[in-house]
């Protein structure tokens, strides 16, 4: 019996984390955020070299066919290092997407470009996990009208759409009919925006059978957001442990002040067990479990709330350092603050747990 | 990640299960310690090894080899069919395994096997008025006095004092030595005379705990566990066999899933409380915490089997485990709402009433065996590795 991630899963992770060191500091990530730029090429070349987007994309397409808690180990990387990159629309939505409901012929237009690197893709999914204001895409003959909100790493070659019918399709972001905008947003780490659709020719991958791909796909993605979230949560809880143990006052590090040693066990005691979880979650989904789906619910409303705390008290043991933009502390906070929102807060989530195991 | 204990465990699952199905009936229900009843359902969980399985035979144990995987399983199928498993209590939580690590041979012997047989029964003897989270602090006192040690002192919260045939009680030896180092670990009858317990009334009202007032006990000098000032370290060797047994999570299990029926029954204004989507909420984030420890604590014995280190998961689990509890029979009360006031014999209770009484014991399991705050200043010290708390000069107070 081993519950935890195999040596293979820790290399992976110390792979991407030395990599995401040395290349993607925060002086990287402050200049990619400041500059507003789109893309991070140098960064997604870094992560493609080191074979991510080919991580879920079967052998025979020429992937490297690991599974949901393989990914989930990298983005807890890219979490704690506050990454911006397209991995979770183009590595892990997407390929889920276009195996689960691809025909044959669409995987092979798909995913060997996917795991060679030379394409990225968006999300727009959002409305699936219930719809803001007046978005939703509709699909007549394989035309897209309508409008999707908050759109998974927006700056893109292509985009993975739901529409209001749970069925999924795949765009160029140079199709005809359509409107690309950027929303402003806290975390600046990874640019979400709305497409507006006007007669959008759209390629619907027609193997899914009512939504059940589109409910996986944002299951894994619940649980990929959820790692993201655990890896900014244990570096916020690293860095106050830091911080705490050097910054003095009343002539003593404050790291010897309980209350201070208080707020770093507590965030302690709550990371530890949703590690736990997370890696269940991630490993039910690869048993291709009955389980898997309330797993993921749990994992990813779970984390938000532990996020939030560790958001927070990790912010006050870094005292009015902590609120400046000197220290980017808060790109953490923000990263999690992002979490919690995309793909479902934690209160609906948590509902849909309840149904999952029909007590509504 | 591999989950599957392979197929000779699942044999061994398997044979627990038929165990538990063919013999359930004749677990008790509540009986009083010594009874009849209690003790052949012991005799026959050491028979089988479903309890004290690694003690050797000839201190009345089972005489298996060690198996942590057959033991977490044993612990999960008892757990999961809601059967009494094999005693408890401080005697054979805590007592028996020092004794197996720092005991004589003589002691092994006398003690072991009728504190498993549940013929012996102990308590234990270490906090005082005025030594609580500052353990070491104590003044209870035994000086030798011929073959003899002489106790004068006394004990407080000392749990099922009144029930105890023994006593393991720490006993300060060396008064001029440094406050570790003078202290020493003691074994009495609680029948010696010069011993007065006065009963303690809990929060749930039980009477569970007690002083216990000590003048001019007499004790053998060879009832000494360790050496003479060895006393904290003897009794610090088991504070973690304490602490991991507190807020189980398979138990913790047991009563989600009885939750989440109360919620189904229970009703306000004819409408379900499962169907109120703000319990429902609340449920839901209990779930995930008793889920996330569960986990949590399959980790832990990966670890151990894999020799791997995961000292911190280890860490917050009495934190951890007995907040969650006090949080769970907390929102079975809110979900029956002024029937969760109910306490004592009522028609109206569910469970007899056994929510209330859990919501409040667990308040006690958050104090008890080192508190939360306890807790995290080892989780920051130990597992962190902040500092340690400043020390002050004893005279200060004076
Ligand atoms: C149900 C129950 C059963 C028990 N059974 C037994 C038994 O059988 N035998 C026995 O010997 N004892 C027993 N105890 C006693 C138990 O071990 C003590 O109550 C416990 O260690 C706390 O000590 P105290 O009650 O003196 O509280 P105190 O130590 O006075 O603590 C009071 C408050 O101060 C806080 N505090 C104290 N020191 C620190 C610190 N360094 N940092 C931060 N906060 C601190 C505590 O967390 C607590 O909130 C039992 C207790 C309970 C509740």
Redesign the pocket.
Request: with cysteine; proline share 2%; net charge negative.
């Given at each position: 019996m081993e519950f935890g991630l195999s040596e293979q899963q820790t290399a992976l992770q110390d792979n991407v984390n030395r990599f995401l060191q040395e290349k993607a500091p925060l002086e990287r990530v402050r200049r990619y955020s400041e500059e507003q730029q789109e893309r991070a090429d140098d960064i997604w070349d870094g992560l493609v070299e080191l074979g991510l987007p080919a991580l879920l994309i079967p052998e025979r397409h020429g992937g490297i066919e690991l599974g949901a808690l393989d990914a989930a180990a990298v983005c807890e990387c890219l979490g704690r290092h506050v990454t911006p990159s397209p991995f979770l629309s183009t590595a892990v939505l997407a390929p889920t997407a276009i195996l689960l409901a691809g025909s044959e012929e669409q995987q092979n237009q798909y995913l060997p470009e996917i795991a060679a690197g030379n394409t990225t893709f968006g999300a727009a999914l959002s409305e699936a996990t219930g719809a803001r204001r007046d978005a939703g895409v509709v699909a007549t003959n394989s035309k897209l009208n309508g409008k999707a909100l908050f759109v998974i790493d927006i700056y893109s070659d292509n985009y993975l759409v739901a529409d209001t019918n749970n069925r999924l399709y795949v765009i160029p972001s140079d199709a005809h009919g359509l409107t690309i905008n950027t929303l402003p947003q806290i975390d600046r780490t990874r640019p979400i925006g709305e497409i507006i659709f006007n007669n959008t020719p759209a390629d619907a991958l027609v193997a899914d059978d009512q939504g059940s791909a589109l409910r996986s796909v944002i299951d894994i993605g619940r649980i990929m957001i959820a790692a993201d979230t655990l890896g900014a949560s244990q570096e916020m809880l690293d860095q106050s442990v830091q911080y705490a143990m050097e910054r003095r006052q009343f002539n003593r590090v404050i790291a010897s002040f309980?209350a201070v040693k208080?707020m770093c066990a507590e965030m302690a005691a709550e990371i530890e067990p949703s590690r736990a979880l997370l890696w269940y979650a991630a490993h039910t989904i690869d048993e291709d479990s009955k389980e898997s789906h309330l797993n993921a619910c749990h994992a990813k409303a779970h984390l938000s709330e532990v996020g939030s705390f560790v958001g927070k008290t990790a912010t006050i043991v870094h005292g009015g350092m902590g609120f400046t933009d000197l220290l980017g502390l808060h790109y953490w906070f923000k990263r999690i603050g992002y979490n919690r929102q995309i793909l479902g807060g934690p209160e609906s989530v948590r509902e849909e747990a309840a149904r999952a195991q029909g007590l509504c | 990640m591999d989950l599957s204990f392979g197929p000779e465990y699942e044999a061994f699952r398997q044979d627990v299960r038929k165990f538990i199905e063919t013999n359930r009936e004749s677990a008790p229900r509540g009986e009083a310690m010594k009874s009849d009843r209690v003790r052949s359902w012991q005799k026959l969980l050491i028979e089988k090894g479903y309890t004290a399985r690694t003690i050797p035979q000839e201190y009345g144990g089972h005489g298996g080899e060690p198996d942590i995987i057959k033991a977490r399983i044993i612990g999960e199928e008892f757990a999961r069919s809601q059967t009494p498993g094999g005693l408890g209590g401080?005697g054979i939580s805590m007592l028996v395994p020092t004794l197996l690590e720092l005991g004589t041979e003589e002691q092994k012997k006398r003690f072991i096997p009728p504190t498993l047989a549940g013929e012996m029964i102990w308590?234990?003897?270490?906090?005082?008025?005025?030594?609580?989270?500052?353990?070491a602090s104590l003044t209870t006192s035994a000086i030798l006095d011929g073959d003899e040690w002489v106790v004068n002192g006394s004990?407080?919260?000392?749990?099922?004092?009144h029930l105890a045939d023994w006593i393991f009680c720490?006993v300060r030896t060396d008064p001029e030595a440094p406050k570790h180092q003078g202290i020493s670990f003691l074994l009495f009858q609680m029948d010696t005379p010069g011993i007065e317990i006065r009963p303690l009334v809990?929060m749930t009202m039980a009477r569970?705990?007690n002083e216990v007032f000590f003048s001019d006990v007499r004790v053998p000098k060879d009832q000494i566990v360790g050496k003479r000032g060895e006393g904290w370290f003897v009794a610090n060797a088991i504070l973690g066999h304490e602490r991991d047994s507190l807020g189980d999570p398979n138990t913790t299990l047991t009563r989600l899933n009885r939750l989440i029926e109360l919620a189904r029954q229970e009703t306000m204004d004819g409408q379900r409380l499962i169907d109120n989507p703000v319990f429902r909420d609340r449920m839901m984030k209990i779930q995930a915490r008793v889920m996330s420890l569960r986990f949590n604590d399959q980790r832990v014995l990966s670890s151990r089997i894999n020799n791997t280190d995961s000292r911190l998961a280890r860490m917050i689990s009495k934190l951890q485990g007995t907040e969650l509890r006090h949080d769970l029979e907390g929102l079975a009360i809110d979900i029956m709402g002024e029937i969760g006031l109910m306490y004592g014999r009522s028609d109206y209770l569910t469970d007899n009433g056994s929510w209330q009484q859990q919501y409040m014991?667990f308040?006690?399991?958050?104090?008890?065996?080192?508190?939360?705050?306890?807790q995290?200043?080892i989780i920051s010290e130990r597992g962190l590795g902040m500092p340690k708390?400043p020390k002050f000069e004893q005279k200060a107070e004076a």
């Open positions: 309980q208080h | 401080q308590c234990q003897g270490y906090s005082e008025p005025n030594a609580g989270s500052d353990l004990k407080i919260w000392t749990s099922t004092a720490l809990d569970n705990f014991y308040l006690g399991l958050i104090i008890g065996g080192g508190t939360s705050q306890i995290k200043n708390e």
